[in-house]
């Protein structure tokens, strides 16, 4: 494990350890746990287990590596209390395990991938979360986590930025982003719905922008295209004017806040996660990029590419005062240390 994501794997695990206990000795499924975010809360999982806990966790992990790989970027996890299944959450889940905490993390997050697969995309998400609240409905479990996404604002009012949770949306279902910011709020409705129904403690975040280290280089997210780019002496392709603004968190704020949702948020819930400072347009993020990486690359105007959705939203940035005041979350990392953390992990991990 490179420093950089074992400093990270440490911070979280501290910051989380008071919360944590009550994951010691149970059955945690998650669905996408060989993506970003997916192969975080496994690491951390591993070191509690290792560090914290007395009595293991035990660790079902199921991902159909369309977008996620079978190497954990962060730890070679081998380890009798993690199975990982090569298995798609599209279809019914089948297991003889009393499952204690259930978190459906899988999905296509990067907008390039969801314009490539907009069946799978909506299929991951509402088939997922289907099959997922069924098999919640029988196992009973203590809290079960859906991953929506701060698309689900699609692009808001003014005066709705910062965006809070109670905000409806600004969402078109018929739009280049429909299959992912559609599928996403479907899936929030039938979370509730089996909380109504069933009393499935169902708990929902909504991610605002998560970077770090681990992001892919061929990810097609903002801050790894600019970023490996950046390292290659190219220069970084903005997309339109560029005034488009997003706040970025950086990952071990946000895996912090996903354990603190999942143990201790409320049932039938959402809650925003992510940092709400600095908004930032992203011809500017590609400015403070060029500038950390020092070698001369430059930000560069340009149309959108065709395999890239149209209808981006021009502002977006959360509201937190919720989990902030509810769950006791603050963003701790900044922009720019987040980046320049993130850009020391891609040169040593793409040897740039
Ligand atoms: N990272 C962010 O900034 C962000 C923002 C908003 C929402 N989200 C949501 O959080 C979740 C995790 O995001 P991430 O950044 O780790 O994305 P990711 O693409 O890195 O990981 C998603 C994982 O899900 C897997 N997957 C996709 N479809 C599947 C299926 N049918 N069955 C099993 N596995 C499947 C992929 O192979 C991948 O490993 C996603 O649901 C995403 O929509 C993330």
């Known amino acids: 494990m490179s420093k950089i994501t074992s400093r990270i794997l440490n911070t979280i695990v501290n910051d989380i350890k008071q919360e944590a206990t009550a994951l010691e000795g149970k059955i945690i499924l998650i669905s996408g746990g060989s993506g970003f975010i997916g192969s975080y809360v496994n690491a951390v999982l591993y070191l509690l287990n290792k560090k914290v806990f007395k009595n293991k966790c ?26 990982f299944l090569d298995g798609d959450i599209r279809l019914p889940v089948i297991t003889n395990e009393k499952v204690d905490y259930i978190i459906h993390a899988a999905g296509l997050a990067s907008p390039y991938y969801y314009k490539k697969y907009p069946l799978e995309t909506i299929e991951s998400a509402i088939l997922g979360a289907k099959n997922l609240l069924e098999l919640a409905r029988v196992t009973k479990p203590e809290s079960f986590l859906f991953f929506s996404s701060s698309e689900i604002y699609g692009d808001p ?35 509730v719905t089996y909380h109504q129904i069933y009393k499935v403690p169902i708990k929902i975040v909504r991610p605002f922008n998560i970077y770090g280290p681990g992001m892919k280089h061929i990810d097609y997210r903002v801050v790894p295209t600019f970023i490996y780019n950046g390292l290659r002496g190219k220069d970084l392709p903005v997309h339109d004017k560029g005034v488009q603004t997003r706040t970025f968190c950086y990952i071990s704020d946000a895996i912090t806040a996903i354990f603190k949702v999942l143990i201790t948020g409320k049932k039938g819930e959402a809650y925003n996660i992510g940092n709400d400072k600095p908004e930032i347009g992203m011809f500017e993020l590609a400015q403070t990029i060029a500038e950390i990486l020092g070698n001369g690359v430059k930000p560069r105007r340009k149309n959108y590419p065709p395999n890239y959705p149209a209808g981006e939203p021009q502002r977006r940035c959360p509201d937190l005062t919720k989990i902030k005041n509810q769950l006791n979350y603050a963003p701790k990392v900044d922009l720019i240390t987040g980046l320049k953390q993130t850009i020391n992990w891609f040169r040593q991990t793409y040897g740039l």
């Open 58 to 83: 035990k660790v079902i992990s199921i991902d159909n590596y369309i977008t996620g790989s079978k190497k954990n970027f962060l730890l070679n996890i081998k380890d009798k209390n993690f199975q």
């Open 157 to 191: 009012h003014p005066e709705f930025v910062p965006t809070p949770e109670t905000y409806a949306g600004h969402v078109s279902s018929v739009g280049p982003r429909a299959c992912y910011d559609e599928s996403k709020r479907l899936a929030e409705t039938l979370c």
